[in-house]
């Protein structure tokens, strides 16, 4: 892809827990870089430094450098009936901690300079099907401050080892959409905190159309993931994943938004869209196939 606009990567586990057969999906559809969930199966929490350093040397001898190191730290982080200070009396956070400071490790190990982390799960809602309220909604102001203490002591940790931590918008979470993860990076004001839009996650959530979350997202942009999906059942919120160019994302617009601001960072494919019918290397060369053009074909 000598003549994109800006460089692709790949979410490994979206082909294969087999790093290796990731990492020539990768070489094979000319991305530069790749994102890793575990590695070879193995979560971060449970990974030997000889499973790290195999992980390094097998980047280098593919020439793919890691991009992301994608924890599920505060995913599932209920923090409804918190009320108070200090963190570390939130049920449930210490081990999220470790979460966090394995893939930390493993970041470091592999030369990675971002590990992703999330915003808490919501008291209500946030899975499939539930409604898809306009914006993703609201939340009480004591939650943001629950999640910015959360995200603040989390970004100390990642910059005293030279890291940044990105957080993903995702329907199960109080950062659910652009408009309602750029509340909680205002109210973090952390530089070693940014962010990865979704603009498929922001849809499911209740996103309307991709440019109000992109727009309030973008001065902590870093990465942007790709995916697409479609609502089936509008009255009850149920979303289905499909391949990039079948639903109902405007990536065409997305991508020239991101070539007109010069955006430097990578597209990185999350396919998500694993029917049946075929592999999962193979529905995600059809969704990649469906970014492809997307880019073709931008306004």
Not at 242 to 250: C, F, N, W, Y
Not at 254 to 267: F, H, S, T
Request: charged share 20%; proline share 6%; glycine share 6%.
């Amino acid at each position: 892809m000598a003549d994109a606009p800006f460089l692709f990567s790949l979410v490994a586990d979206e082909v294969s827990d087999d790093l290796d057969v990731a990492l020539a999906f990768a070489v094979d559809h000319d991305m530069t870089a790749i994102e890793l969930t575990s590695l070879w199966g193995t979560p971060f929490e449970a990974a030997t430094d000889a499973l790290r350093s195999q992980a390094r040397s097998a980047l280098r001898r593919s020439d793919i450098r890691p991009a992301m190191v994608l924890s599920p730290a505060f995913k599932t982080l209920v923090i409804a009936d918190v009320d108070t200070q200090p963190i570390a009396s939130i049920p449930g956070w210490s081990d999220h901690v470790r979460l966090l400071e394995s893939a930390m490790v493993t970041a470091v190990a592999i030369d990675c300079p971002y590990v992703r982390v999330f915003t808490c799960r919501l008291d209500t809602g946030g899975q499939n099907p539930s409604p898809r309220l306009p914006g993703g909604g609201t939340f009480p102001p004591q939650r943001l401050e629950i999640i910015s203490s959360i995200l603040r002591d989390a970004a100390n940790r990642a910059n005293d080892l030279g890291l940044t931590v990105c957080v993903e918008n995702v329907r199960s979470c109080f950062g659910n959409t652009g408009r309602n993860t750029a509340a909680i990076l205002s109210a973090v004001d952390h530089p070693a905190v940014r962010t990865i839009w979704d603009p498929a996650n922001d849809f499911v959530a209740g996103g309307t159309e991709f440019r109000e979350g992109y727009v309030a997202v973008k001065p902590w942009l870093v990465h942007v993931h790709a995916k697409d999906a479609v609502v089936r059942i509008a009255t009850t919120g149920l979303t289905e994943w499909t391949a990039i160019g079948r639903g109902a994302l405007d990536w065409p617009g997305q991508l020239r938004a991101l070539v007109d601001d010069g955006y430097p960072g990578l597209v990185s494919l999350e396919t998500h869209w694993h029917p049946d019918s075929c592999s999962k290397s193979k529905s995600s060369h059809e969704s990649f196939e469906g970014l492809l053009a997307a880019l073709r074909n931008q306004p």
